[in-house]
């Protein structure tokens, strides 16, 4: 089993629909969690964070956990052209908190965004 | 207010060659990650340092690969005998505080081997 899924897309939506991301840990131990955005050749950009199970919400994007489900998602609202990326789901095993734990995220292979004029 | 420098952009190597890539963390960051993004593929931990150490190389081959992070100066990671399979997009992170809180990262660089 790998230890971050993520469908790899391409996923299409309309501009100004909601573009829903996907993404499951097998780490039930996994603490911390990130999306970040890449853009072709470019690097990766963190757009959000979430440590607790629940939502957060950040202008357009919205995070939510589960860590019952193992299960990490972003929703993108009024999506846009500019969203057009692939969407990275990172995983790290450490406490944000304490600083302590593991160095290492564990990244997903990425789902790719495209977001239709 | 320079973010992570990655120098260069792209390095071409033919097979038995060194590579060496260079990143300069963004200022007041002393800690610095690597990772490797082969094509389709997510991104790879390699290794993590502070100044004058290596803190986690666990994510890095045995062989051939090394990274320095030195008193003064960018971090280098350094790729000797180059293999074909080494071709890849590497990237440096750097942040504020060691516990990947956000990481910032570099523009990478994109190794051919050819």
């Known amino acids: 089993q790998k230890e971050v899924e993520q469908n790899s897309g391409p996923l299409s939506v309309p501009e100004g629909a909601i573009a829903s991301l996907n993404c499951t840990y097998s780490d039930r131990g996994s603490q911390s969690f990130f999306w970040y955005r890449q853009y072709s050749g470019k690097s990766p950009e963190l757009i959000m964070s979430?440590?607790?199970?629940g939502d957060k919400e950040d202008g357009r994007f919205t995070a939510q956990l589960n860590k019952a489900s193992q299960y990490v998602s972003l929703l993108i609202r009024d999506s846009q052209p500019s969203d057009s990326a692939t969407y990275l789901c990172?995983?790290?095993?450490?406490?944000?908190?304490?600083?302590?734990?593991?160095?290492?995220?564990?990244f997903g292979k990425g789902t790719k965004l495209s977001v239709i004029p | 207010n320079a973010g992570v420098m990655q120098n260069p952009r792209h390095l071409v190597r033919r097979r038995g060659q060194e590579a060496r890539l260079r990143c300069s963390p963004m200022k007041g960051h002393s800690h610095v990650y690597w990772y490797r993004q082969l094509p389709e593929e997510g991104l790879k931990f390699m290794v993590y340092l502070q100044k004058e150490n290596i803190i986690d190389e666990s994510g890095m081959p045995k062989e051939r690969f090394s990274a320095e992070f030195p008193k003064e100066g960018p971090s280098i990671l350094r790729i000797q005998q180059v293999v074909r399979g080494d071709s890849a997009a590497y990237f440096c992170?750097?942040?504020?505080?060691?516990?990947?809180?956000?990481?910032?990262f570099g523009s990478g660089t994109q190794l051919s081997v050819l």
């Open positions: 990172a995983v790290n095993k450490g406490s944000a908190d304490s600083g302590a734990g593991s160095y290492q995220l564990t």
């Open positions: 979430i440590y607790s199970n």
């Open positions: 992170a750097s942040s504020p505080r060691g516990n990947n809180e956000k990481l910032f």
